[in-house]
């Protein structure tokens, strides 16, 4: 059974930074393409950050430059450090797997930014 499960996340003060952490079990997690979406209150779920299993890494622009996605295949877990943080940043940060067809998804973890 696949399972992600997300951590790391907390209270920051703005230009602060956190390191999330996503560690999955039941897939192949080497074949997959991973990806950290977040949501805010109010708002649709946005793509933040993505590592393919093979290719370049990819950012939306609002973290372009803040924001750093890496994955340790030897420990299922992917990672987005995120430095020079804004409030804007506040959301639930949820870390999403696509493997053979399919999307699984973590729980979440609050990041909460304050000016």
């Known amino acids: 059974q696949a399972q992600l499960v997300e951590s790391g996340g907390g209270l920051v003060q703005a230009g602060g930074s956190l390191r999330l952490s996503c560690a999955a079990s039941?897939?192949?997690?080497?074949?997959?393409?991973m990806v950290w979406y977040r949501q805010a209150p109010g708002k649709a779920r946005e793509s933040v950050a993505g590592?393919?299993?093979?290719?370049?890494?990819n950012y939306a622009d609002s973290v372009k430059g803040r924001f750093t996605i890496s994955r340790d295949n030897a420990k299922n877990t992917v990672y987005l450090q995120m430095n020079s943080l804004k409030p804007e940043d506040t959301a639930v940060y949820y870390c999403?797997?696509?493997?053979?067809?399919?999307?699984?998804w973590g729980q979440g973890t609050q990041v909460t930014v304050s000016s």
């Open positions: 999403n797997a696509h493997f053979i067809g399919s999307d699984y």
């Open positions: 039941g897939i192949a997690f080497s074949i997959a393409d």
């Open positions: 590592i393919p299993r093979h290719g370049s890494t």
